[in-house]
């Protein structure tokens, strides 16, 4: 099979628990773009996050941004998706005030929060980005007047108390919204029907690639659809038991240059 498009999340995946990109995934990557196949970066990560990635591969890459819900090629946006406004305020009065949590609140290049805590702190030293403090309501008038609403809401905490909180909202079964954890402190909740998969989908369209002429590589429970859509979908060593289940082959850890490892064997 001669692969055309490599789907990498970032977190987890491709940079190791120091957040860096190891050499060795740097060279196999810059190898693949070299045969002319697209690197995409399929993140939950905000644009800021993604362009630091992409920065540190020194490889062009698609960025597929905030749970799939914004997609760039390029500077341009080739799709978004967008949630009710009204479901931002519920989510917000409901689960996030409730728990004395900030709010995130993702729209196109745009980070908005509605406090600051340690994680939100952690989050800024990581992606060298600044959010703006935002009123939840404010936010909520401005966008139903546009006809526009967030790309991706997320909740930061401490793991069980993220656990609750996607076990209350899946009890409540809110239609407009589907939810996945990226990572034990982080649920990110997205416009129902987006996942990792159909942004996956929605860029194979773009660039008139098949399904089977992709490999996916992932390890949270965020990354389960992507993995399953894409022709070859696989797991990273640290990946979680979910994501594991789901992959064609279980490669290296992200601390042991997995992705090298298994484009390797694939290439």
């Known amino acids: 099979m001669k692969y055309k498009l490599i789907c990498v999340d970032v977190d987890g995946t491709l940079l190791n628990d120091e957040k860096k990109v190891p050499e060795l995934v740097k060279e196999s990557l810059k190898n693949a773009s070299g045969m002319g196949i697209r690197i995409a970066l399929v993140t939950g990560r905000m644009p800021a996050g993604a362009d630091l990635a992409e920065r540190e591969l020194s490889v062009p890459c698609i960025k597929v941004c905030s749970a799939g819900t914004y997609i760039l090629l390029g500077d341009q946006c080739i799709h978004t998706e967008y949630m009710i406004p009204r479901v931002m305020r519920e989510i917000y009065t409901e689960f996030a005030l409730k728990n004395g949590l900030p709010l995130w609140i993702f729209q196109g290049r745009k980070w908005y929060v509605t406090d600051m805590d340690t994680y939100v702190k952690q989050e800024i030293e990581i992606i060298q980005y600044e959010p703006e403090i935002a009123d939840v309501e404010a936010l909520a008038q401005s966008w139903e007047e546009e006809g526009t609403g967030p790309n991706k809401l997320l909740i930061a905490g401490d793991p069980e108390t993220v656990?609750?909180?996607?076990?209350?909202?899946?009890?409540?079964?809110?239609?407009?919204?589907?939810?996945?954890?990226?990572?034990?402190?982080?649920?990110?909740?997205?416009?129902?029907?987006?996942?990792?998969?159909?942004?996956?989908?929605?860029?194979?369209?773009?660039?008139?690639?098949?399904?089977?002429?992709?490999?996916?590589?992932?390890?949270?429970?965020?990354?389960?659809?992507?993995?399953?859509?894409?022709?070859?979908?696989?797991?990273?060593?640290?990946?979680?038991?979910?994501?594991?289940?789901?992959?064609?082959?279980?490669?290296?850890?992200?601390?042991?240059?997995?992705?090298?490892?298994?484009?390797?064997?694939?290439?």
């Open 163 to 267: 656990r609750r909180i996607e076990e209350e909202m899946k009890w409540m079964d809110l239609p407009e919204v589907d939810m996945a954890r990226s990572s034990e402190h982080y649920l990110e909740i997205f416009p129902k029907g987006v996942t990792k998969g159909e942004a996956l989908a929605a860029v194979c369209e773009k660039l008139n690639i098949r399904l089977e002429e992709t490999i996916a590589f992932g390890d949270q429970e965020l990354d389960v659809p992507m993995i399953q859509k894409a022709g070859v979908g696989i797991a990273m060593g640290n990946a979680i038991e979910d994501v594991k289940a789901a992959a064609d082959y279980v490669t290296r850890s992200n601390n042991d240059s997995g992705i090298a490892y298994a484009l390797e064997q694939y290439l």
